[in-house]
């Protein structure tokens, strides 16, 4: 349980917020996080179920769109503040960036371009996503002072963090391009708290549904990631994926991943 010491911060790719109401505010009344982000909320602002999460006791800040991608950020206080997608007069983005100050701490909360096929605009797109993504950071942030970075980041960055790489070299998630993409926006000033706490520890947070048997045989990824600047990664006490809520009634094929700060 985290306190006025600590701070708890979790992520979840909930793939239609609409769907899985039931998953996460159970989570939330279990775990009772500091933030949860969440990413491809697939609901357009003005339908947003803001109604539907109020229960919660949460505050709620989103950027949507229909059908397609959408981030929210879901805090126990009001943000200090709040600003929405890249600000550098580059074309504008789909609802994927959601950065807030929460207890004086930049959080920002990114569902990174999944890619498609290497060989598709799509794939590029998502190169280009990262370094766009590393100039924001260099704009607006400080490596020298605390910040989170959470979300689906569509990379599994070490052979360990997926099964069978052998086979997914080609792959959008895994090829050399995306991970080194990955790698060079971490390098500005962020590091892996899993990793950090945990170098050897091999823990998924995605299983495909498309294959029902992916779970129990645990053939999966690890996709989504807590990251943090030197001062707060230095103070990161625990961080653990729930797999539980991957067996509920109607999954996201995602699960949560949480970490705890002390402050």
């Excluded at 920002?108 to 924001?136: C, H, M």
């Excluded at 590091?191 to 645990?218: C, E, G, H, I, M």
């Amino acid at each position: 349980m985290s306190g006025a010491s600590s701070i708890k911060i979790a992520t979840f790719n909930v793939n239609s917020l609409r769907k899985r109401f039931p998953i996460v505010l159970d989570w939330l009344a279990t775990h009772q996080p500091d933030v949860l982000c969440l990413q491809e909320t697939k609901v357009q602002d003005m339908e947003f179920p803001l109604m539907d999460l109020h229960p919660s006791g949460y505050q709620v800040t989103f950027r949507g769109m229909k059908a397609y991608n959408g981030v929210a950020i879901l805090t126990k206080q009001q943000p200090e503040q709040i600003w929405y997608g890249f600000d550098d007069g580059g074309e504008p983005d789909e609802a994927r960036l959601l950065r807030i100050l929460y207890r004086g701490i930049p959080i920002i909360n990114t569902y990174v371009p999944q890619g498609f096929e290497i060989d598709s605009p799509k794939y590029a797109y998502k190169l280009d996503w990262y370094k766009r993504l590393r100039g924001y950071f260099a704009k607006h942030l400080s490596p020298d002072k605390p910040a989170i970075w959470c979300g689906d980041m569509n990379v599994a960055p070490r052979p360990m963090d997926l099964h069978s790489p052998e086979k997914h070299l080609k792959h959008v998630c895994y090829h050399e391009d995306a991970r080194k993409a990955y790698e060079q926006t971490l390098a500005w000033g962020f590091q892996d708290v899993l990793l950090k706490l945990y170098p050897d520890r091999q823990q998924y947070t995605f299983w495909d549904y498309r294959q029902p048997s992916s779970l129990d045989a645990n053939r999966g990824w690890r996709i989504d990631h807590i990251l943090a600047t030197k001062p707060l990664a230095d103070r990161c006490t625990e961080v653990a994926v729930d797999v539980e809520p991957r067996r509920a009634k109607d999954p996201s094929d995602h699960t949560f991943l949480w970490a705890e700060f002390s402050l």
